[in-house]
């Protein structure tokens, strides 16, 4: 994570209380329903090497405003597609 100074990652951990205002929980709760044993899992994760798919997304100068499976992508368009027509592009299923 040293790699990473910008990362929110010190402040999911127990003894960074001047990240109380970060919002957790919910990153938390999409590894393991159970409390106990979520910051073990979310360390694992963070630890995992990034999938060549998400190397390469974040590589390229033009990045799009949101990436994720076509049904996701679909949702959010759907949903708030009255806001801005116009905005950047985005990457369908990775």
């Not at 033009?62 to 597609?81: A, M, R, V, W």
Request: aromatic share 14%; net charge positive; hydrophobic share 35%.
């Amino acid at each position: 994570m040293k790699d990473y100074d910008r990362s929110s990652y010190k402040g999911c951990l127990p003894h960074a209380a001047k990240w109380n205002w970060l919002y957790k929980e919910f990153v938390f709760s999409m590894l393991t329903p159970k409390k106990k044993g979520r910051l073990d899992g979310f360390v694992t994760f963070m630890h995992e090497e990034d999938s060549e798919k998400v190397v390469r997304l974040f590589s390229n100068m033009n990045l799009p405003s949101l990436f994720g499976s076509d049904s996701f992508i679909t949702g959010i368009k759907e949903t708030y597609h009255h806001i801005d027509k116009g905005g950047p592009q985005t990457l369908g299923e990775w």
